[in-house]
């Protein structure tokens, strides 16, 4: 599943606003993770997961174009691993591989925490937690079936994706998928921005 449908905001299309984190930190590597299911909404929330990750690799799709992005990463499967963030949403030490995975958090509907060498910039983990205190996941494909009290999974983790691959939040007004709110079912973070490209081609270049 790859998202190719051009976005209805126009400011989304022409706002070309991104931001790295610090020492512009990146994969030399694919992003190799797992995922842990634990206490997971089930349905179809592994692939929407996968679908987002896949939105920012390789042939990346924005606004009705297609470009390239050096970004990779590979999914190796199930994990019983705990993830490596805190329930206050802080970052847990390093472990020995990255998760992905769902539990309760005291704030935030999801965060991303990522370890990278200091004098390199060079990521090595990334976990990401899904807050199970939210209200229900949206699990499904359908931008049409989401009901009014949930959040979208696939929007929220095309989010922490952006975190994952070195980007950071960009002002609300540039409506771009970096951009730290979202609504309940706010697909928009579904599609890139011109900004969200630019950000990842920049960061992995051809």
Request: neutral net charge; proline residues 4%; aromatic residues 14%.
């Amino acid at each position: 599943y790859k998202n190719t449908a051009k976005p209805t905001v126009s400011v989304k299309c022409t706002n070309s606003a991104y931001k790295f984190g610090l020492f512009s930190a990146h994969w030399t590597e694919p992003y190799r993770w797992k995922i842990n299911q634990t206490w997971g909404p089930g349905g179809g929330a592994t692939d929407r997961i996968r679908a987002a990750a896949d939105t920012w690799t390789a042939n990346i799709y924005y606004c009705g174009k297609h470009s390239v992005a050096y970004a990779t990463e590979q999914y190796q499967g199930k994990s019983g691993t705990a993830v490596g963030v805190t329930r206050e949403g802080g970052c847990a030490a390093r472990g020995s591989e990255s998760t992905i995975g769902y539990g309760k958090m005291s704030k935030s509907l999801a965060t991303t925490c990522v370890h990278y060498w200091i004098l390199s910039g060079i990521y090595v983990e990334a976990d990401v937690k899904f807050n199970t205190n939210a209200t229900p996941w949206y699990t499904g494909a359908s931008e049409s079936e989401c009901l009014p009290w949930q959040f979208d999974l696939l929007a929220v983790a095309t989010h922490e994706f952006g975190h994952v691959f070195g980007l950071w939040h960009v002002p609300d007004w540039t409506d771009q998928v970096m951009t730290p709110k979202i609504d309940y079912c706010g697909m928009s973070w579904r599609h890139l921005g011109l900004g969200d490209a630019t950000g990842v081609m920049t960061l992995y270049p051809r």
